[in-house]
């Protein structure tokens, strides 16, 4: 049974800083890319960021970029978010899971936990 159990969040100002963790268990860790994706109310469930240790590869959605960090400690089977500069449009509540990235589309596991919410003031 694959399972990914999300850890951290909470509410922070804007501009701070977060740290959200991700640990993956009942699956080969490095065979699979890991994403965060997100949902706030109103709007669809999107990806954020995704690691793809089998391909050395990371990806960020343009919103993103340049304050967010995806990375992994295989050696403990967990990916972690590093959230910079936080603004009131980041918050939502944020998944983890895994699926499998190629060169023309990504797939990733339909199982959802319960997800941690992010909550940014102003």
């Keep these: 049974e694959a399972q990914l159990v999300e850890s951290g969040g909470g509410l922070v100002q ?7 963790s991700c640990a993956a268990s009942g699956f080969t860790f490095a065979d699979y890319a890991i994403a965060w994706f997100r949902q ?16 050395g590869e990371t990806n960020y959605v343009d919103f993103v970029k ?12 967990t ?17 983890c899971t895994g699926g499998i990235v190629s060169t023309v589309d990504a797939t990733w596991f339909d199982t959802w936990g319960p997800g941690k919410q992010v909550t940014v003031s102003s």
Aim: zero cysteines.
């Design 40 to 55: 706030a109310p109103g709007k669809q469930r999107e990806v954020v960021s995704y690691i793809n240790n089998k391909a």
């Design 79 to 95: 990916v972690y978010l590093q959230m910079n500069n936080l603004k009131s449009s980041d918050a939502a509540v944020y998944y």
């Design 14 to 20: 804007a501009g701070d800083s977060l740290r959200l």
């Design 66 to 77: 340049g304050r967010f960090t995806i990375s992994s400690d295989n050696a403990q089977n």
